[in-house]
């Protein structure tokens, strides 16, 4: 075999069969097709192009409203249902009505802290409901992500907002120390619709 007979033949073998080449190309039109699917989901995913809570100052980005409502939603009848004390409401007017931006940051904090370390704690302890704990736990997973991003200040100049906004919540823990645990707990989930309602105020598109 002469050397430009043998030259023709590596040549040849380096490169791609015909159907080499198919294969080839349709492995790279499919991973075409599956980025441009991730991006049109990405897209249509609610949050995902930059909606954030906005409390005054204080700004929370990574957390959908929707995903709080369903996990809500899906708990609503059976603790509003548990819900026996009809002529107490936590969550009040005089607890979120007319909330200045400055004051909802240092609101909001107290209050979800509340709920973590008091009302989720407590409740977990209390139902082995799967659907339930997985529900709460949604929840409470989102308010540690809020939670953690919220930093109020605490300069002397906001004193007098700090402190407008802690007296709000005092009236909140009063009414919720003024019944049993257990009829509290109920009452303090089954007004997790309330506490979103108001929290949606903040959201920016």
Not at 6 to 21: H, W
Not at 127 to 146: D, G, H, P
Request: aromatic residues 12%.
């Amino acid at each position: 075999m002469n050397f430009q007979r043998l030259q023709s033949l590596c040549s040849l073998a380096g490169r791609p069969s015909y159907p080499a080449l198919l294969a080839m190309a349709s492995r790279m039109r499919m991973a075409t097709l599956t980025c441009l699917s991730l991006l049109l989901l990405w897209i249509q995913v609610p949050g995902a192009q930059g909606q954030k809570f906005q409390f005054g100052p204080c700004q929370v980005k990574g957390v959908v409203p929707q995903k709080l409502w369903e996990a809500f939603w899906a708990v609503k009848d059976t603790m509003q249902a548990q819900d026996n004390v009809t002529s107490v409401r936590l969550l009040h007017q005089e607890v979120l009505q007319n909330v200045s931006a400055a004051e909802s940051c240092y609101l909001v904090h107290s209050l979800l802290e509340f709920y973590l370390k008091t009302v989720f704690k407590n409740y977990h302890d209390r139902t082995a409901e799967v659907r339930t704990l997985k529900s709460f736990s949604t929840l409470a997973n989102n308010f540690i992500l809020i939670v953690s991003q919220l930093q109020p200040s605490q300069e002397n100049e906001m004193f007098a907002i700090r402190d407008s906004a802690h007296r709000r919540f005092l009236l909140f823990r009063r009414a919720f120390k003024q019944l049993d645990m257990e009829a509290a707990l109920t009452k303090a989930l089954g007004e997790v619709d309330v506490l979103l309602t108001w929290m949606q105020k903040f959201y920016k598109f």
